[in-house]
């Protein structure tokens, strides 16, 4: 039997969803520095990919269960003295003004409760200039890559196709948010940081055999105006 096309979940769905979301990052700012702050670690698979670019690494999540793992993943090797793994919330940073020259936040916005909050925090802590890098979904995408809870029940992506369109009945139904490019820009600005980039990406579609079939033309897409149908936003700011 197939696979189902996989569209969520991005950690656990191979190199080539990392390989995306930080090439492009990469390719808009400059991802290295003196101190990294990266947010919603879990499990670390995005913070020890980073680390080699930064002298030291402060991750932080709200699940202890996950930083139990990246915990586990690190101890008797070197990043274990170059990465402090914290629990912390987003909208309450517990480190002094002017700290990172990077902060980075892979598909965690759309779970941070009080996001505007947040934001400003993340603004704070940066240095003058500093560097925000992150990862979330996009609106116009026609699948909740989180799926859905109706009932008491979750469903998967595909039981909604164009959910995430119907803004008021996603907010009843859906867990997480999504967003669009200019609401984006919006809460960025307000939060003291400007954006300079925003770019798309297609599913990776690491481990579904369907999915390998079309990704070609998932990818072609990326550079047409279709790339406005991505599954993520992939965008980058500056604190002024």
Same mark, same amino acid.
């Given at each position: ?6 569209l ?13 979301r ?11 520095? @003196? ?58 940073l ?12 892979i ?8 996001? @505007? ?45 164009f ?23 919006q ?11 925003? @770019? ?18 998932? @990818? ?21």
């Amino acid at each position: 039997m197939n696979q189902p096309l996989g569209l969520g979940k991005s950690s656990a769905h191979g190199e080539r969803a990392f390989a995306k979301r930080l090439g492009v990052l990469s390719s808009r700012t400059d991802l290295s520095g @003196d101190r990294l702050l990266d947010i919603g670690c879990g499990d670390g698979a995005y913070s020890v990919r980073l680390a080699p670019s930064f002298r030291h690494v402060d991750a932080i999540d709200i699940q202890a269960d996950r930083l139990a793992l990246f915990e586990e993943r690190t101890a008797g090797t070197a990043l274990a003295d170059q990465i402090t793994i914290r629990e912390m919330s987003a909208d309450k940073l517990d480190y002094p003004d002017d700290t990172f020259d990077v902060v980075t936040a892979i598909e965690v916005l759309e779970h941070v409760t009080e996001l @505007d909050q947040a934001l400003a925090e993340i603004c704070r802590v940066l240095k003058p200039g500093g560097r925000f890098a992150f990862t979330t979904p996009n609106r116009w995408f026609p699948f909740e890559t989180h799926g859905f809870h109706f009932r008491g029940r979750r469903y998967p992506p595909a039981r909604a196709p164009f959910l995430t369109w119907i803004r008021p009945l996603h907010r009843r139904l859906a867990r997480a948010r999504t967003f669009t490019a200019g609401e984006l820009r919006q809460r960025l600005t307000r939060a003291g940081l400007a954006t300079r980039s925003v @770019d798309y990406i297609m599913p990776p579609f690491d481990l579904s055999p369907v999915g390998r079939r079309i990704r070609p033309v998932t @990818d072609l897409a990326e550079r047409t105006p279709l790339r406005i149908f991505g599954m993520a936003l992939v965008v980058t700011a500056e604190k002024q």
